[in-house]
């Protein structure tokens, strides 16, 4: 229900309004006034509840009324202001000449709504309900006359009724929210001294919650291994040479439209993964998002580690290079691991280190725990790829002789080998002492791998990139249980969407509001997005390279987009990335409510649901 798109449009004789159309495809109008010294606004009704107006382009609005002419305007900046109202108008005006009405709410609040009228003359209203779906209504207008004679007319909008946060229910039953119980953002930007803060939660309050599905609470009370895979691309990955990434790729959760968000930059990439949020792209690499988290002691608690934490389970994060790299050793407590990097897993050597060695060195540790959490950055697919400076391509190069490709293709395939043989040791092991069934695996990459040239990686590829060199960022998310059936899955997701979709999975309760990912099983729309801001739909592909050109292309059949169409979409993005950079660096989690995040992150919280 959030606004895609605002318009100025004339409005009977001598008026204008600004026409809003939401992301359903209804459309409301706020009628436009002029102040004394001729400013232009609307009244509104904020997120608080309280009467807000927003300002309007004076001169835009002036044309718009003595041309008769309508006109594209952005008001992104006064979302919270224009969004649906919550509650029942308290009276109507129709007008059939505009096929409109409009409804006069009690803090003086007026929107005017489509009214259709059929060729019998019945009229009907076009709104939103409490599932952010189009509804219409039936709108019934009967003739009555007062004490004195004087005829009237009463207008209803039958079944127009107050709901919780949007227009009239429409009568279905509402899935519960992936939300916190408690969280209250409206209140907290009415509390706040901080104007950022302000700023931060009356966003929040604006975007709409994931809702619980068939899948939330899947695996609950199982075990999680979750891998960051170096530079891995499904372009390596064969049933001959890595069979156990084949198998694992084709069973399971199999994601046929899954998009790496990086295109390198392991740290920010790995932040992405463990938290669900867009680093601060404005930070150096080497003095990142993740040092920025340690360095100033930003609250981080609304991570996978915290969650496993409150529910009596060690979270462990290991790493088969330096600790200090991306100072890993200082980054990884901070979201609640225990962390070991090469130099306290022993037995490692090389450049880059086997994946093979670090899950032999470790698995030990937590293998018979009675539930355990164990994260691994791994790095045998790290560049250059070279049979004979690489020490993992090295070491399987004999296998990889007989490919029919350049060198570092071969050598790179020869860096996979290495991540599914590691994969391999753990299933074995894991059956072997019977916890296979009750583990989830999840693997995705940090980033494609750039170390190989664009022809070496098309080579691989075996074609081009799509979408004019956009596509190199296609990849895939393993996410796996041995006795699971196969699921697949279509819809649009990328490295952001990972964290709350295991959030959902091992049915946590946590707030998805929070997060620039969304849970991939739930009805929200898919929106992979890539650092540069590019974004695939279901149906579109954006490549933001082209800015202002709108440089789209349609797949599976999908239409050209409707003028404006990608606007909401290019501003959803953007305002993802801003949020989840302002949540940072304004460590927008201390302010939260910590009794109630503790509460929801409790094993004692989660025994009695």
Request: glycine share 6%; proline share 4%.
């Amino acid at each position: 229900s959030l606004p895609r798109l605002y318009t100025l449009c004339p409005y009977l004789e001598d008026g204008c309004v600004l026409k809003v159309e939401y992301q359903s495809g209804v459309t409301a109008s706020y009628p436009i006034s002029f102040s004394d010294s001729g400013a232009a606004s609307v009244t509104a009704t904020d997120v608080s509840g309280a009467l807000s107006t927003p300002a309007i382009d004076s001169e835009l609005a002036r044309a718009c009324i003595e041309n008769k002419s309508t006109a594209a305007i952005d008001m992104s900046a006064s979302v919270a202001s224009l969004l649906p109202m919550a509650a029942a108008p308290s009276s109507y005006g129709i007008n059939d000449e505009a096929k409109s009405l409009s409804a006069t709410y009690e803090n003086g609040t007026v929107i005017i709504y489509n009214m259709p009228i059929d060729a019998e003359g019945n009229r009907q209203v076009e709104t939103v309900s409490t599932r952010g779906e189009k509804v219409t209504l039936d709108v019934s207008v009967t003739e009555a006359e007062d004490e004195n004679g004087d005829k009237y007319l009463i207008i209803e909008a039958e079944g127009w009724q107050a709901s919780e946060g949007y227009l009239p229910d429409d009568g279905r039953d509402d899935s519960p929210y992936n939300i916190i119980e408690g969280l209250d953002f409206s209140a907290i930007a009415n509390s706040a001294s901080d104007e950022n803060i302000k700023q931060i939660a009356s966003y929040l309050s604006t975007v709409e919650p994931t809702k619980k599905n068939e899948y939330t609470g899947m695996f609950e009370g199982y075990n999680l291994i979750m891998l960051c895979a170096e530079s891995f691309s499904p372009i390596a990955v064969s049933p001959e040479l890595t069979p156990t990434l084949y198998k694992m790729m084709n069973s399971g959760f199999v994601f046929s439209n899954y998009w790496t968000t990086w295109p390198s930059n392991t740290t920010n990439a790995e932040y992405s993964f463990l938290t669900g949020l867009v680093p601060d792209m404005s930070k150096p690499k080497k003095d990142g998002t993740f040092l920025y988290v340690y360095e100033n002691n930003i609250t981080m608690n609304l991570t996978l580690a915290p969650y496993f934490n409150g529910a009596g389970i060690t979270s462990r994060a290991y790493h088969n290079h330096t600790d200090q790299y991306y100072g890993r050793s200082d980054t990884h407590p901070c979201l609640g691991f225990v962390f070991k990097g090469k130099e306290q897993i022993g037995g490692l050597k090389g450049w880059p280190e086997s994946d093979l060695v670090m899950m032999q060195n470790t698995l030990h540790e937590y293998i018979n725990d009675e539930q355990f959490f164990a994260y691994y950055m791994t790095v045998s697919g790290h560049h250059p790829y070279s049979l004979t400076s690489s020490y993992v391509a090295k070491k399987n190069k004999d296998l990889v002789a007989h490919l029919n490709y350049s060198d570092a293709g071969k050598a790179y395939i020869a860096c996979t080998i290495e991540l599914d043989r590691a994969l391999e040791y753990l299933i074995t092991e894991l059956d072997k002492a019977g916890r296979l069934d009750e583990t989830v695996f999840c693997l995705s990459t940090d980033h494609y791998p750039y170390g190989l040239s664009d022809d070496e990686h098309q080579e691989l590829l075996g074609r081009k990139f799509y979408y004019d060199g956009l596509g190199i960022h296609e990849s895939a998310l393993i996410l796996w249980n041995s006795k699971m059936e196969t699921v697949k899955v279509d819809k649009p997701c990328c490295t952001l969407d990972v964290l709350p979709t295991l959030l959902n999975l091992f049915g946590f309760d946590y707030d998805s509001r929070l997060y620039s990912g969304r849970d991939i099983f739930s009805d929200t729309e898919g929106i992979a997005m890539t650092s540069n801001q590019s974004f695939v739909l279901a149906d579109k592909v954006y490549n933001s390279r082209y800015g202002l050109r709108y440089k789209y292309y349609t797949r599976f059949g999908g239409k050209k987009p409707e003028k404006g169409e990608l606007d909401y979409y290019i501003n959803e993005v953007k305002n993802r990335f801003a949020m989840a950079a302002a949540i940072l660096n304004h460590n927008f989690y201390s302010y939260l409510d910590q009794e109630l995040i503790t509460k929801a992150q409790s094993w004692e919280q989660r025994k009695t649901q």
